[in-house]
């Protein structure tokens, strides 16, 4: 056996055993980014629990019904984004676009529901002037919607992309055999997984303080 063929079988046991992959660097900097975002917002869900915890005020709070409503619609994203996650190993243009269209159409929704419902949240801290859980409140909210227009944003383009290269059949099979625009369509769903996941553990929290 040669020296290059054992190498590649040496190479082939480590990852067998280790279960080490390479990564696309996209990937390492969307899941870097997620890990520092997701952190940011817990820290905050921890100092808000902190300075708030004597305020006997905030048992008596009934969280918005629109909070739950509005992560109702983020798991319905992310079970979409599931199924896109297939399309794309199934090389399925048409319902990958269906499914972009899909979560578009949550998203903006979730935007209406969500936006009233933490108006409603944040108002019922007018009264407590000695209680700085307004403030961190409003960073938790601003945070969660900044990663959650940077979603929309990840899947426009997405979809743009997958509109203009699925016309042309020489530019759809490009399309579909470039590692690159495999790995945008990717992230642009596991941003959403990641999103509902920040979501939900947002409202668990508010859930358990304000009740």
């Not at 319905?76 to 979560?103: M, P, Y």
Request: hydrophobic share 50%; glycine share 6%; net charge positive.
């Amino acid at each position: 056996m040669s020296l290059s063929k054992k190498k590649q079988l040496g190479e082939q046991q480590r990852k067998k055993v280790w279960g080490i992959e390479k990564t696309h660097p996209y990937k390492t900097l969307f899941f870097l980014g997620s890990m520092a975002i997701s952190l940011a917002i817990l820290f905050l869900l921890f100092s808000f629990w902190f300075f708030d915890r004597n305020f006997q005020a905030l048992e008596s709070m009934i969280l918005p019904k629109g909070l739950i409503i509005s992560v109702l619609i983020l798991m319905g994203i992310a079970f979409v984004s599931s199924q896109g996650s297939n399309h794309i190993e199934k090389e399925d243009l048409r319902a990958l676009s269906f499914s972009f269209r899909l979560i578009l159409f949550f998203a903006c929704l979730y935007l209406v529901v969500s936006l009233d419902a933490w108006r409603n949240l944040v108002g019922n801290f007018e009264d407590l002037q000695a209680s700085p859980g307004k403030t961190f409140l409003l960073l938790i909210a601003g945070i969660h919607f900044f990663q959650f227009l940077m979603g929309i944003a990840m899947t426009l383009y997405s979809y743009y992309k997958l509109g203009v290269n699925s016309q042309d059949p020489i530019k759809k099979l490009v399309f579909v055999t470039n590692k690159f625009e495999l790995t945008i369509l990717e992230i642009s769903f596991y941003g959403w997984y990641w999103i509902a996941s920040t979501g939900l553990i947002i409202f668990l929290v508010l859930l358990y303080l304000l009740n």
